[in-house]
């Protein structure tokens, strides 16, 4: 390393968290953007954590990003999957970064008297770390919105089929929307152990809300009403539509026994009673 590149790498390493603030505050100010003090610390405490590995690549050639960097890439994107936020908010911000990072290099190289190769290793170095760190937020943004939808189908799925006992010996379950292979599944791995509980012998599952239903989830209907017969409870279906029963009859399916197949949850009573 040559003297010159050793008096700049003294002077980042003694003046880091200095520049960190200067850094942030001239992010700030490009964007003309204000941030709540506890991000803002976050970003100093960050950027802190870049000089210094900044610091050491340049004098060891690491490899490693710091871990910092990579966690506050993460936050950054979990806030904002959290406040339901775009990941743009988060990318836009990278290019004034790049941008004051670029200003700070051309100063220091003035600075210290460095040649265009050192200032351009710097620039270098400089911008894979800010890469790595929008690829990291990417990642990241996509992870844990796919986990927050994820969670929030499954808190759908719990909603949408209530088991709503109407006598001693029954239950319905009125099911709406698209019914898929998924929620489907749900249905037979969540609900039924709920339905045994009751100690029924009558469920009524009412499809007059349901406007699709897939191939795999009208089989998996069918497995269901099997299961239940095993279980000595027997299962009534009730509003099935044309269109759903042209997919249950299309994929051999039968819907017009006149045991378990009603017009409506009414008429399945009166069979019932």
């Known amino acids: 390393m040559k003297p010159k590149m050793n008096n700049l790498i003294e002077f980042l390493e003694e003046n880091n968290e200095d520049i960190a603030n200067q850094i942030v505050e001239s992010v700030l100010d490009l964007m003309s953007l204000e941030i709540p003090q506890v991000e803002k610390d976050r970003a100093v405490s960050m950027y802190k954590s870049f000089v210094e590995f ?36 988060i990318i836009y911000r990278y290019p004034p970064t790049r941008e004051v990072f670029t200003d700070f290099i051309t100063k220091w190289t003035s600075q210290f008297n460095l040649s265009t190769d050192q200032f351009t290793l710097l620039l270098k170095k400089v911008n894979k770390m800010l890469d790595i760190s929008l690829e990291e937020t990417v990642t990241a943004f996509e992870e844990f919105n796919a986990k927050m939808k994820e969670e929030f189908k499954e808190e759908i799925d719990i909603i949408s089929f209530p088991v709503v006992p109407i006598k001693e010996n029954m239950a319905v379950i009125p099911l709406v929307g698209k019914l898929d292979q998924h929620r489907s599944a749900h249905l037979m791995d969540s609900v039924l152990p709920k339905v045994n509980d009751l100690k029924i012998d009558f469920l009524i599952v009412d499809f007059s809300g349901v406007i699709e239903i897939d191939d795999i989830a009208a089989v998996n209907i069918q497995n269901i009403r099997r299961m239940l017969r095993l279980l000595g409870i027997q299962m009534i279906s009730t509003g099935i539509s044309p269109h759903l029963a042209k997919t249950a009859v299309s994929i051999g399916i039968e819907t017009n026994s006149s045991r378990n197949t009603f017009k409506s949850v009414k008429q399945a009573l009166e069979y019932i009673q």
């Open 54 to 89: 900044l610091c050491s690549s340049l004098e060891y050639e690491g490899k490693n990003m710091p871990a910092e960097l990579l966690e506050w890439s993460k936050q950054n994107a979990y806030e904002q999957v959290s406040a339901n936020g775009k990941i743009s908010e």
